[in-house]
């Protein structure tokens, strides 16, 4: 059962909108614009998701090009990351899949510590030297209140139970001058409201919730955050989520672009010759269109950094 308030601003008025062929609604608050999946995604089902087809094998998750694309982006987070505290610092990743980019902040010199649900996920981010990787829910790992300088949540709020709980606990976990680090889908970007059901980023399979920028601020404030910094570009998510939106719009089956690139399916030389040759179409377009929104304000993420509030 869903909620009787919404989970950013407390307040009980929502819309309903149907995303007619998945059998899910999206549960929509009408005064912070904070979405909710109904029924939410059935815990048994995200956990067969979150294998070895979420996360690719022998921890390589992409075709090569993409591979290379996503290392080079976790490179250049891991170096902001290193921007944003002084030193050599304790840092926490909640949802580190793979552990890229913990692996990168390890290599700075940082104590990195992270959590992840997916075992397997788990397993092999702790073969990378120097991580400490918690499979059990962040309230049951063994960390001391007070005792991290930085906590980093990329794509993940989204895929939570309960969001504001686990802002909360890592209000706590971090020193009073720490900083939170995050992003997540923004459903209130252009690339959203002109794509509705066929928005890549929407994915009712895997996200229980969907975030506006006024309802992430007011779900950070009532959690105890302060943001300090806040943007809606992001050169990863923001130009394919355009592409694969249009793709979704125009193609025969959703996604088949992403599964490829994620060596999931291969649909046959014609179809992936096909979905290539849109692509190659779209891609200046799109790329176009995602800095545009961007320039605006509504670009595809919101990514913000925010402080523990002054106690
Ligand atoms: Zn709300």
């Known amino acids: 059962m869903p909620a009787t308030t919404c989970i950013a601003c407390g307040t009980g008025e929502f819309g309903i909108t149907r995303l007619d062929d998945t059998h899910q609604s999206l549960r929509t608050c009408k005064h ?14 995200l956990e067969a998701h979150y294998s070895e087809n979420y996360y690719g094998t022998d921890n390589v998750k992409f075709v090569p090009i993409v591979e290379a694309f996503v290392g080079w982006m976790n490179r250049k987070r891991a170096a902001r990351v290193h921007t944003l505290v002084a030193g050599r610092t304790r840092i926490l990743e909640v949802g580190c899949g793979r552990g890229l980019l913990l692996h990168q902040l390890a290599q700075l010199g940082h104590d990195c510590h992270g959590t992840e649900r997916s075992a397997l996920a788990a397993r092999r981010a702790s073969q990378t030297q120097g991580l400490h990787i918690y499979t059990q829910p962040l309230e049951e790992c063994p960390f001391d209140g007070h005792s991290f300088d930085a906590a980093i949540l990329w794509h993940v709020l989204e895929h939570l139970d309960d969001p504001q709980k686990t802002l909360a606990l890592i209000a706590r976990l971090l020193k009073p001058k720490g900083v939170v680090y995050l992003e997540v889908p923004n459903l209130a970007s252009l690339q959203s409201r002109t794509s509705g059901k066929n928005w890549f980023h929407l994915d009712p399979e895997h996200h229980l919730y969907h975030f506006s920028p006024v309802g992430l601020h007011r779900l950070l404030e009532t959690s105890g955050f302060q943001i300090e910094q806040r943007s809606t570009l992001s050169l990863e998510q923001g130009p394919y989520g355009v592409l694969q939106s249009w793709l ?64």
Request: with cysteine; proline share 8%.
């Open 32 to 45: 912070c614009g904070t979405s909710e999946t109904c029924p939410k995604p059935d815990p048994a089902n």
């Open 248 to 311: 979704n719009a125009i193609g025969r089956e959703k996604g088949t672009l992403y599964r490829i690139l994620k060596r999931e399916s291969f649909p046959g030389l014609m179809a992936t010759f096909r979905e290539f040759a849109m692509a190659a179409g779209l891609v200046l377009p799109a790329l176009l269109f995602a800095l545009m929104e961007a320039a605006i304000g509504r670009g595809g993420v919101l990514r913000v950094v925010a402080r523990p509030s002054a106690r």
